[in-house]
């Protein structure tokens, strides 16, 4: 079979490995080019295969590939768009195959999570129904770690190894100001829905720290946070609260909707840190510090999780093994094999049973108060935080790397979003 | 001349290598045990001195106290409380000597910011106006670098560091995002009075980031920011701004001041960064994020400068010895030799001329408009942040020092406070 060219393309929010992950597929494409003859990236995700805006890979050097194992975010750009149903918009799936078509495009790799995981599902199945030959393999990617079927997810174990190591920092802090000033210090985390991320602030109990996670799956009961809150200020001295952006009251509203206003009248944005600060504040009077990380938990490759470096560039590398072996609509997961030692494979999930499912986080690893992690579910998360990869610095700062992207000449018509 | 014992305490907000001076100090005591007999740590700062609250550090292992180097935050327990004039509050002097006094204290060892220096500048002075003999040295510590005479402060530089660090991470998430979905990220730092941490976000122009620094040296101008956020999300697609804390309008109030309120009537406090970030969202429309680092910037010593953590222990070893050689009344200095190779000794400054000066950036380290910094800041600021010294880490997490912190026998009746 002559070689044909595979597109690649990040999609969704980025994470601090993605690019260990395009690292995988492109180095290992570079390997076969018998088969593979050249990776095209899109340029912003999908959008550059729709607008046929293709990113020529082979252009960028071996030293430069190498480094996106070390770079944060994602070197080609990401986006958010979801391709509707073949049904609702069969344009796009006909651009698609006449972009495929014109660039001798046979391989189609998305890197996302479980809307991207959609989107190629539907990629997938345009060989049956619009005729045109594409596998289409999903590289799992998402901080929230809420893909199904795998184990965990490449992103996660370096913003959980983030937010357990900033949260303990942060708690020494304000352990040793808890005397004259600061009691409390709480730190707002990703997780909208599941809460996988708040969960890591709780591995700091078995650091001596008393610690409190406010999940997305538990419904916030003001009562009994502030009576948690002030039996633990009692007995330490201080309290840190790991709260997840996705916490919310019984009615479904999140904490941080508090339907304030600003000085103009419009409704003021703000986080669930500081609703959650002031609550206490109010109830129980203690001076509060409070923190925001935000990008800053899933951009910290300084902070890397060595295992999960591992695994982002593990399943880039055993996409492209899988599509050269015929697969097609799959997705490679990460199988534990045994968690201490921790030891793990590469397995391959059905596109069709990963898209559109959330995994949440089980109820038996929240503790039955509601505020805190179970042993099984630190059996669960440490092995996903071991080990440091710490990216080179030069004069001071992190050396990353920034693509050339070049772009592929254009062979088609302009096509409208 | 008979060993006398010493008194260390730490005071005001903590930092990633206040724990480093406290290091140099104890190790450096436990070399000249025929003149120091021991450390006795202030429980809690200058408090644990009023109320006879004294650690026994001879208590802590050789190890744990080599563990304090890359231990962030207060070992001891910090405190925010500056006494008052000899003539406004002779009682707490007069507690101080007593104390002293029962416990053989001949040095005294306070590690601190502006406030401290002043602390410490006072006791220094019991020996002439209540005749009791003490050494009394100052071991500069502050993530603000606002002491003045020393070119920079132990705690600056790593704080600098993990700013530049993570807006150059969470620069690159954006810059990935921007197509379809965020322009704009906001990060908001520390810096009540002085810029000198903002300034260090300002860094990250140089790795290709289009960047903007609001500082509190600078009275915000709107029109003219928003001008500049829109040029910059024209040309690049996406802008990042750094904002200190203490950025504020022409009449002295604080960004982060919006007068809202929240469902009860309650004034909000926010942040700066939310309030710049909706203020361009609602001017230009762009998506945004924002992060707020509060205490994660001064507690990240896994991100610590090399030469901070050394500058930190050098201070405190310095302090030490300076007292040995009969000093009074002073403060251990950073004197930059060079610039390019840095080269740096350490020098001292008479508490006088420390106390209660603060120093802000100078008008030639900001550029013209107001919004970045110049290349001589740059050759000021990267020095300070070379060089890595990560901790250990233990099972994914950093393996930082609790000491046991003992109590020394009280042998006075108690004081209120």
Known sequence: ???????????????????????????????????????????????????????????????????????????????RYKLKSLEANRREYERLIEVFKAHNIGYFFYNGGGDSADTCYKVSQLSETLGYPVQAIH?????????????????????????????LEASFDVRSM????????????MGRHAGWIAAAGGLI??????????????????????????AMVE????????????????????????????????????????????????????????????????????LASKTDVEQAYATGKAGVEFALAGHNAIMPTIKRVSSDPYRWEVGEAPLSEVANVEKFMPREFITEDGFGITAACKEYLLPLIQGEDYPPFTNGLPRFVTLKNAAVEKKLAAFEL
Chains 1, 2 share one sequence.
């Open 1 to 79: 079979m002559p070689a044909k060219n595979a597109f690649y393309a990040q999609s969704g929010g980025v994470t601090a490995v993605i690019n260990a992950s395009a690292c995988g597929v492109i180095e290992t494409a570079r390997q076969h080019k018998d088969k593979i003859a050249n990776v095209y990236a899109g340029r912003n995700g999908i959008i550059g295969a729709l607008t046929e805006d293709l990113i020529d890979t082979s252009q960028e050097s071996d030293d430069d590939i190498a480094a996106l194992r070390y770079t944060p975010a994602g070197a080609f750009g990401s986006c």
């Open 139 to 167: 590289v799992p990617k998402t901080v929230d770690n809420d893909l199904p079927i795998t184990d965990n997810c490449p992103g996660f174990g370096s913003v959980a190894k983030y937010i357990a190591t900033s949260a």
């Open 178 to 189: 808890a005397k004259t000033s600061t009691k409390l210090f709480v730190l707002e985390v």
């Open 205 to 230: 109990d078995d650091h001596g720290i008393p610690v409190l996670v406010l999940f997305p799956e538990i419904e916030f009961d003001q009562d009994r946070f502030m009576a948690k809150v002030k």
């Open 235 to 302: 007995q330490h001295g201080y309290c840190t609260v790991v709260v997840s952006e996705g916490c919310h009251w019984p009615d479904g509203r999140f904490l941080a909707e508090q339907g304030t206003k600003d000085a103009f009248g419009h409704a003021q944005l703000g986080g669930a840190a500081p609703v959650v600060a002031n609550m206490v504040k109010e109830a129980l009077g203690y001076k509060f510090h409070w923190a925001v990380a935000d990008y800053l938990q899933r951009a910290a490759r300084h």
